[in-house]
């Protein structure tokens, strides 16, 4: 059946942050609730009650990740740092444990508050949450990653008089694929409000027309009266631009039944607006006022950018009326060395790193990001795929969600939906991947009904799923055709490793549009290459964009001699299979990717010697042992594997300005060119030509002795806020700033008004403690991040190692950093 092709024209929600991050909606009712929480690991008989004694329990703030910290009774064979040989998760969660935890927190309401509504928002907690204000029970939530909402105000004490919230957590049994984390590892509000407000995510944002001539912005904001008598209220929208000038303002007057919720929509008409693009993310606001009897009563602050999207075979995607092609990349939700901890600052590093290593897009695999992180990615530009599960009725672990998948999806759903609708960075829901059920009727079934739940809530973007081949099931007995109904109920098919069916589903169903939604980094050139030739690809999503604690080593490389398999056991923790590596830095496919999407012309990186007699086998999600150095003692005179990548129809291999050779580089020759180099130190140098005209070149230098360690900091002044970071990246480094890649042990020391958070290395089997102020360098570097204490001042960071002198770097907190 020929499909017609959807249009979808949207405007959603941007934040433009600087620290600390600000959601892209803010009530003037919503207040943090991060800080002086009391937590306590194991079971706590009596927790819930409010009288329950937990003077001896642990202060701490959330965002807070129990599974990352150091385990009790720590061992050199069985147990390491958070890493225990015997946990349940094993290679899934890299061998990080879950457990049973408690929180608890006192909170005293002012008189100000007296007569309004009260209620707490959780932004995520993994996994299965169960509630309790002042001893009375809100309920149990048994879904990680979606929004917790329960209303407090009928328990709770008078204003002046302490209310205790309590929170029990259980992270139990095999229940996902990847490391997960624990405990309450997002932010956390205390949402207070008239009686008559705009209820929790009652704004939506969107756009019936877009042009460069003029905008016309749709509003819709919800309006409940829980009064037992009927109100007239007043409502002022606003839209002011990034500078804060008024652009647009209208009213709205609706008189409002005892315990009703009614819809008010107006059409805003925007001349000459600024198009939100991943170039120019620029954000505008609109404050919507609640007034009752010439009263303001409430406000709700929404950011928002301006944009149209559309997708079809014939011309791809497209972007305010323009081609984009999607340079995409999956990521799982944890931080690196900090676990899943989602502090503001560690969500919008991460959006960063993406974008600075030229992703334009991101897939939240395989579950729904942090509100934190999606306001990152809309304040700098990067699109999202936002996916909602990674199984339906069928298990793929025996205690995940689909336990809870036919109670819970509908709710769950709604909520993703509800909260990120505004968001500009959102491009297409993605309901499931990989689900076992994809091609049966009853999994088709689910489709239709996921499907159409989104389009109740938003029919302003495109609906996808991340669809496999059936290696999931005995060989044979299924085919990749048998995938065409799900297909059809879907408005994007999202292909997981599926280039070799690219062009023969496109002859089979030619208004088919596709997105890669999973690739082998191994592929990352011939997927592009589809990509730029057909408009019906509409971008290509690499697994991974960023390395991520769990799935340990399927990106690997071994010899022919070891252990391979499609996960690597302990000490392997971490995937290995990212762009990125686990502290930040770039790995060697990267500097490919590089040249591919042209952000480069040229780049260079050599092989690791392989042993005599054996051969490398690298995994599908792995890469080549390559590096970027020429620092290889002991292999004096023995060839070298040199690769170059370059966009430069020719390129000259130099070492210590003796020429090796030249040869071409093309499309034909996967913009690589290959050369066996004799070993001996000092610089290797490449260097692209074009029309006999020496352009570009790079420079490999064999280090020398160590001489400083080198400390970079991501910046020097930051908030004065326990929801900002300082990375300070430590290299080990010769006289001429080269990096040493033999392992230094370093040691740390923290002053002033920061603490020591984490430390750690982007060895992927270097299983250690990321809480002490100690680390191994892994190729020359480590990474450090301090925590602001919370208030003004100055932080210093020492850094001792033996026989290199002692380096040292301050960070300034202020109150307001940009």
């Not at 008189?255 to 170039?279: H, M």
């Not at 060395?337 to 560690?346: E, K, Q, T, W």
């Not at 290509?540 to 070891?562: K, L, P, Q, R, S």
């Amino acid at each position: 059946m020929k499909r017609i092709a959807r249009h979808y024209y949207i405007t959603t929600l941007l934040c433009f942050f600087f620290i600390p991050v600000i959601a892209q909606s803010v009530s003037s009712g919503s207040r943090p609730f991060n800080s002086e929480w009391r937590f306590f690991l194991g079971d706590a008989t009596g927790a819930e009650k409010p009288g329950f004694d937990d003077r001896n329990w642990r202060s701490l703030d959330i965002p807070h990740d129990w599974s990352i910290e150091d385990l009790p009774n720590q061992s050199d064979h069985n147990v390491i740092g958070p890493f225990y040989r015997k946990s349940v998760g094993a290679t899934s969660t890299g061998y990080t444990v879950g457990g049973h935890g408690w929180y608890r927190k006192k909170f005293v309401l002012p008189e100000a508050d007296h007569g309004k509504l009260v209620s707490v928002l959780f932004d995520g907690i993994y996994m299965q949450s169960d509630l309790w204000i002042n001893g009375h029970y809100l309920g149990h939530h048994a879904y990680g990653y979606t929004p917790i909402h329960y209303d407090l105000s009928p328990y709770l004490n008078p204003a002046g008089q302490p209310n205790i919230l309590a929170v029990q957590v259980k992270n139990e049994g095999r229940n996902s694929r990847w490391y997960t984390g624990s405990g309450i590892y997002r932010n956390a509000w205390l949402n207070v409000t008239d009686p008559v407000h705009i209820p929790q995510w009652g704004v939506f944002v969107t756009t019936p027309k877009v042009t460069e001539k003029e905008a016309v912005v749709s509003i819709t904001a919800s309006v409940t009266n829980t009064l037992q008598q009927a109100v007239a209220s007043t409502m002022l929208i606003t839209i002011v631009d990034a500078n804060g000038k008024q652009v647009a303002k209208v009213r709205a007057g609706s008189n409002i039944k005892s315990n009703e919720t009614v819809a008010i929509q107006r059409a805003i008409r925007i001349p000459k607006p600024k198009l939100w693009s991943p170039d120019s993310p620029t954000q505008y606001s609109a404050i919507v006022s609640l007034y009752r009897n010439e009263k303001l009563t409430g406000q709700t602050t929404t950011r928002f950018g301006i944009r149209s999207i559309h997708f079809d075979a014939a011309q791809g995607f497209l972007l305010n009326g323009k081609r984009l092609l999607l340079k995409g990349g999956s990521v799982h939700h944890d931080n690196g060395i900090i676990g899943s901890a989602a502090i503001n600052r560690a969500e919008i590093r991460k959006a960063q790193l993406l974008k600075s290593n030229g992703f334009n897009a991101v897939r939240t695999s395989h579950n729904p990001p942090s509100e934190a992180f999606l306001d990152a990615c809309d304040s700098i530009g990067l699109l999202v795929i936002d996916e909602a599960f990674d199984m339906w009725q069928r298990q793929k672990n025996a205690q995940d969600y689909h336990l809870y998948f036919n109670d819970y999806w509908q709710k769950d759903l709604r909520s993703i939906i509800l909260r990120d609708r505004n968001h500009p960075s959102v491009l297409l829901w993605s309901i499931g991947n990989e689900i076992n059920e994809r091609a049966d009727p009853t999994g088709l079934a689910l489709t239709k009904q996921l499907r159409d739940e989104v389009r109740k809530l938003d029919t302003t973007r495109p609906v996808t799923a991340g669809i496999c081949d059936f290696s999931d099931f005995p060989k044979g007995q299924k085919h990749w055709d048998e995938t065409a109904p799900a297909f059809e109920i879907l408005d994007v098919a999202g292909y997981n490793y599926q280039l070799a069916t690219y062009v023969s589903d496109h002859d089979k169903y030619p208004s088919r549009v596709i997105v890669g939604t999973e690739s082998f980094p191994v592929q990352r050139f011939e997927n592009w290459q589809a990509v730029e030739k057909y408009p019906w690809i509409t971008g290509d999503f690499v697994w991974t964009a960023m390395d991520y604690i769990g799935e340990t080593a399927i990106g690997h490389t071994v010899m022919d001699n070891e252990k391979d398999g499609g996960a690597l056991e302990w000490p392997w923790f971490n995937g290995n299979c990212g762009d990125i590596d686990l502290i930040g830095g770039k790995k060697p496919q990267a500097y490919y990717r590089d040249v591919i999407w042209n952000r480069s012309k040229i780049a260079m990186a050599v092989h690791a010697p392989i042993p005599k007699g054996l051969t490398e086998v690298v995994s599908k999600w792995g890469w080549p042992d390559e590096r970027q150095s020429w620092t290889w003692p002991g292999q004096e005179g023995a060839p070298m594997d040199v690769t170059v990548y370059s966009r430069y129809p020719t390129v000259r291999l130099e070492l210590n300005g003796n020429i090796i050779a030249e040869k071409s580089c093309s499309p034909e020759t996967s913009l690589t060119a290959r050369f066996k180099v004799p070993y001996q130190p000092g610089v290797l140098k490449v260097t692209g030509i074009e029309n006999g005209i020496r352009k570009d070149s790079s420079i490999l230098q064999t280090s020398g002795k160590p001489s400083r360690i080198r400390l970079t900091a991501d910046r020097q002044i930051i908030q004065a806020d326990r929801n900002d970071l300082a990375y300070i990246r430590a290299d080990i480094v010769d006289e001429n700033g080269v990096i040493i890649t033999e392992p230094v042990t370093l040691h740390f020391t923290v002053e002033g008004d920061a603490e020591l958070m984490a430390t750690g290395n982007a060895d992927p089997k270097d299983m250690r403690s990321f809480t002490q102020p100690t680390c191994t360098t892994y190729r020359g570097s480590c990474l450090i991040i301090l925590r602001p204490k919370g208030k003004t001042g100055t932080a210093k960071l020492k850094v001792v190692a033996e026989n290199i002198p002692d380096s040292e770097i301050r960070i300034e907190l202020a109150e307001n950093a940009q």
